[in-house]
């Protein structure tokens, strides 16, 4: 089981972007799915959250820019940003906790960069 994420890239402050996580392999159901960032020099933290019922959580900070958002079909999770800050510059990590065959995993996207800049 594997997370793959997309979208990450280079945008000039003010603009948006909009990144995407998708699970495959053995996954028999999908319970929460996030959205991690590091920036340089920084601890990871959380960005936003849902569970499979549709509950989201997001950083306090962030609220109000971000948006998560889920397609349970296709196992995929997308994180809309919006009005991005060179402090939102980081590598954000898709995070999961998966269902397969016999047990439990949580897993860890391998991180796409977002750097806002001019």
């Known amino acids: 089981v594997q997370l793959e994420e997309s979208g990450g890239g280079l945008v000039q402050p003010g603009g948006s972007l909009r990144l995407s996580c998708t699970a495959s392999?053995?996954?028999?159901?999908?319970?929460?799915m996030s959205w991690y960032r590091q920036a340089p020099g920084k601890e990871r933290e959380l960005v936003a959250s849902?569970?499979?019922?549709?509950?989201?959580n997001y950083a306090d900070s962030l609220k109000g820019r971000f948006t998560i958002s889920r397609d349970h079909a296709e196992n995929t999770v997308y994180l809309q940003m919006n009005s991005l800050k060179p402090e939102d510059t980081a590598v954000y990590y898709c995070?999961?906790?998966?269902?397969?065959?016999?047990?439990?995993?949580?897993?860890w996207g391998q991180g796409t960069l977002v750097t806002v800049s001019d």
């Open positions: 995070n999961a906790g998966i269902w397969t065959p016999g047990r439990t995993l949580e897993v």
């Open positions: 392999g053995r996954v028999v159901a999908i319970n929460v």
């Open positions: 849902m569970s499979g019922g549709g509950s989201t």
